[in-house]
């Protein structure tokens, strides 16, 4: 199984653009040297706009939840461990284990490639191509008008409605 990051894993985004279109990233290091760590300081007291002005809702959670405070470049497990960014699903898998059974066994988020795994790999997005992991919650949502179908009534069109 081949697990995709998004290209941006781990890197602020400037907001302009390259050559090619795609968007141009800063990498934690540029700023956080991991020879030189600073301890963590506490949850809203960083002005954010370091970091293209984040805002953290995910439960409770602050940065050294999932940061390494000591190397930013690497995502912090519960046990104190680290791991490299494109490591990403361990982090998640540690308070969402349902989830990851249901992504490991193909029952959640999808994947392309090959069926018959000796003819190819099977490729999957990763966790935060879909979630966002500082704000993970699926905003509200209006309502909206079901799509046209032409063999059924119009909303809003009596006349079809008789036919
Ligand atoms: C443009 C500079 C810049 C970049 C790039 C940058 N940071 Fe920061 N970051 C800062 C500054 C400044 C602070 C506040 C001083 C400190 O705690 O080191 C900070 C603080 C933090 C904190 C502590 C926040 C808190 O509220 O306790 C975390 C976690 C963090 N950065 C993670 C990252 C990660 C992960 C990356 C890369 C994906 C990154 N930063 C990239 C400038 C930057
Ligand atoms: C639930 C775990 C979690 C928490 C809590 C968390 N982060 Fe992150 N953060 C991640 C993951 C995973 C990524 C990489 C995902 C990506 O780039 O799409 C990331 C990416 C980043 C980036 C790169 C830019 C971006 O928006 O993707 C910065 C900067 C950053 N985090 C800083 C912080 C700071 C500062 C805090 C606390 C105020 C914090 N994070 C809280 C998991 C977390
Ligand atoms: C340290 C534990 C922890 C980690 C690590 C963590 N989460 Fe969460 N997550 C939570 C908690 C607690 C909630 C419930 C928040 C609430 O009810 O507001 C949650 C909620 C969610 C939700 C549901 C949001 C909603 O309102 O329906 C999603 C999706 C999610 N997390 C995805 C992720 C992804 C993706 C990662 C990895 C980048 C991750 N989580 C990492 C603890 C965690
Ligand atoms: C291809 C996109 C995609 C990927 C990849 C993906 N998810 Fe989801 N996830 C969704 C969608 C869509 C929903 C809402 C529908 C549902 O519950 O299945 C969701 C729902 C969730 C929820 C909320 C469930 C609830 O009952 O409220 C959590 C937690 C979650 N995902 C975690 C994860 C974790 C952890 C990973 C990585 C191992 C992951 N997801 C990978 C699309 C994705």
Not at 34 to 61: M, N
Not at 124 to 132: G, M
Request: charged share 20%.
């Amino acid at each position: 199984m081949i697990v995709r990051n998004p290209p941006s894993l781990g890197t602020v985004d400037t907001g302009l653009r390259d050559a090619m279109g795609a968007s141009v990233g800063v990498s934690c290091e540029t700023c956080h040297d991991p020879a030189h760590p600073d301890a963590l300081a506490r949850k809203g007291e960083v002005p954010q706009d370091f970091h293209g002005g984040i805002s953290v809702a995910h439960g409770e959670l602050g940065c050294a939840s999932c940061h390494a405070p000591e190397d930013r470049t690497r995502l912090r497990l519960a046990d104190g461990t680290t791991v490299p960014m494109r490591e990403v699903l361990q982090l998640c898998g540690q308070c969402h284990g349902p989830k990851l059974r249901d992504f490991s066994k193909g029952s959640h988020g999808g994947g392309r490639g090959f069926w018959d795994r000796s003819r190819g790999p099977w490729v999957r997005d990763s966790c935060v191509a879909c979630h966002a992991a500082h704000a993970p919650a699926y905003p509200l949502v209006m309502p909206a008008p079901p799509p046209n179908d032409r063999f059924l009534p119009r909303a809003g069109h009596e006349e079809l409605a008789h036919d």
